[in-house]
T-cell receptor, first 113, second 113 residues
């Protein structure tokens, strides 16, 4: 089992560009969560998805941010028109059901110039 | 919503000593409390967790205690080793999913040889 796979590991964008972060959950896991970690801070919940459904997006900024988990392929976190404040580590996690332990990916470090 | 406070923010111990990290939570409905270890630039890794129907859980040198009445829980590491040096995060969740965690601010643990 390869674990939760995220790519890219590092992503550099200029202000105003789009950032796309990908997450493939562990085999057999249908629940995906995205978290953001600012420097020297804890992780903050962003969004919870199951296949083709957004279950809870209460932690997502209202503008520029979107997430999807299609029937086929990885989950995508999309940030449009990035700003410097979007610079952070974005972690994806997965679990087989809603009430089992989370396993985290290695994260994507987004840097906005 | 849930609020988790974690103390201390930094902790320095000598190899072989014990380390204790404490967290308090605000939502009395919270029923699952995991602890994560994060080394620099790496993913958070679950090291131990406890559910609200249990007061204490132990795994080799690591133990977690939970006081539901006082709404606090603690991580205890005995016989610390240099490889225990990392950032430790507590988290809490209640209700809808174990994946929508509220994390504490983190504790930087340094174990000196």
């Amino acid at each position: 089992n390869a674990g939760v796979m995220q790519n890219p590991r590092h992503l550099v964008r200029r202000r105003g560009q789009e950032a796309r972060l990908r997450c493939s959950p562990m085999k057999g896991h249908s629940h995906v969560y995205w978290y953001r970690q600012l420097p020297e801070e804890g992780l903050k919940f962003m969004v919870y998805l199951q296949k083709e459904n957004i279950i809870d997006e209460s932690g997502m900024p209202k503008e520029r941010f979107s997430a999807e988990f299609p029937k086929e392929g990885p989950s995508i976190l999309r940030i449009q028109q990035v700003v410097r404040g979007d610079s952070a580590a974005y972690f994806c996690a997965s679990s087989p059901t809603a009430f089992e332990k989370l396993f985290f990916g290695s994260g994507t470090q987004l840097s906005v110039l | 919503g849930e609020n988790v406070e974690q103390h201390p923010s930094t902790l320095s111990v000598q190899e072989g000593d014990s380390a204790v990290i404490k967290c308090t939570y605000s939502d009395s409905a919270s029923n699952y409390f995991p602890w994560y270890k994060q080394e620099l630039g790496k993913r958070p890794q679950l090291i131990i967790d406890i559910r609200s129907n249990v007061g204490e859980k132990k795994d080799q040198r690591i133990a977690v205690t939970l006081n539901k009445t006082a709404k606090h829980f603690s991580l205890h590491i005995t016989e610390t080793q240099p490889e225990d040096s990392a950032v430790y995060f507590c988290a809490a969740i209640g209700g809808t999913s174990y994946g929508k965690l509220t994390f504490g601010q983190g504790t930087i643990l340094t174990v000196h040889p």
